[in-house]
């Protein structure tokens, strides 16, 4: 089982504000997922990395950036946060491309 | 267009007795499926999965069926327990780009004492 963690488990901010989600993982996975879930719904890409320095976009448009600087680290970033963009994001990484583990999640709220 | 569906928003089941859970898929390209049980406020954690080349794998009382010509999928729980009641998330991998996960809505069980 991987170890991968997300902060802030929960975020309440108003419109305009920066802001940035963390996830890492110790488990030295090359690849890692950004998933956006609203209640009720499927689960869906916004980003995904095979390795530093790589990123890609998921099927999901996201008005956020991500970056790999670090193995071990995969940050989201919001430049200015929105009321449409309250939703929960999961974190993944994954050794082989099989099975992606999960983070707890992070809950996004904009007021 | 959802490529991975599942049907049934609920279920809930008499402890002890058999669980079924279904999914069906759309894209003839998804090579790896799985299954995700999550609690709320909390993130997926992974059950049990199965690769298009098997119809079948089992990990103590969960098994997971695949009939790739109906573009199907099932996750047996036998016997459930009430600690199995949580959202149940059918996912299905692509064999190419991303090798991400394409989730169903999930399927919400409950098991009664």
């Known amino acids: 089982e991987a170890d991968i963690y997300q902060t802030p488990r929960y975020l309440v901010i108003g419109t305009g504000k920066k802001i940035t989600l963390e996830c890492s993982q110790t488990?030295?996975?090359?690849?890692m997922y950004w998933y956006q879930q609203d209640p009720g719904m499927e689960l869906h890409l916004i980003h995904y990395?095979?390795?530093?320095?790589?990123?890609e976009k998921g099927d999901l448009s996201s008005e956020s950036t991500v970056s790999r600087i670090r193995t071990e680290h995969f940050p989201l970033t919001l430049e200015s946060a929105r009321p449409s963009h309250t939703s929960q994001y999961l974190c993944?990484?994954?050794?082989?491309?099989?099975?992606?583990?999960f983070g707890p999640g992070t809950r996004l709220t904009v007021l | 267009d959802q490529q991975v569906k599942q049907n049934s928003p609920s279920l809930s089941v008499q402890e002890g007795r058999i669980s079924i859970l279904n999914c069906d898929y759309t894209?003839?390209?998804?090579?790896?499926f799985l299954w995700y049980k999550k609690y709320p406020a909390e993130g997926p954690t992974f059950l049990i999965s199965?690769?298009?080349?098997?119809d079948k794998n089992e990990d103590g009382r969960f098994t997971v069926f695949l009939n790739k010509s109906a573009k199907h999928l099932s996750l047996h729980i036998v016997p459930s327990q009430p600690g199995d009641s949580a959202v149940y998330f059918c996912?299905?991998?692509?064999?190419?780009?991303?090798?991400?996960?394409?989730f169903g809505t999930g399927t919400r069980l409950t098991v009664i004492p």
């Open positions: 993944a990484s994954s050794l082989s491309g099989d099975t992606q583990y």
């Open positions: 996912a299905a991998r692509a064999q190419t780009g991303a090798n991400n996960l394409f």
């Open positions: 990395s095979y390795g530093v320095n790589s990123t």
């Open positions: 488990m030295g996975h090359d690849k």
């Open positions: 199965i690769s298009s080349i098997k």
């Open positions: 894209n003839s390209m998804f090579d790896y």
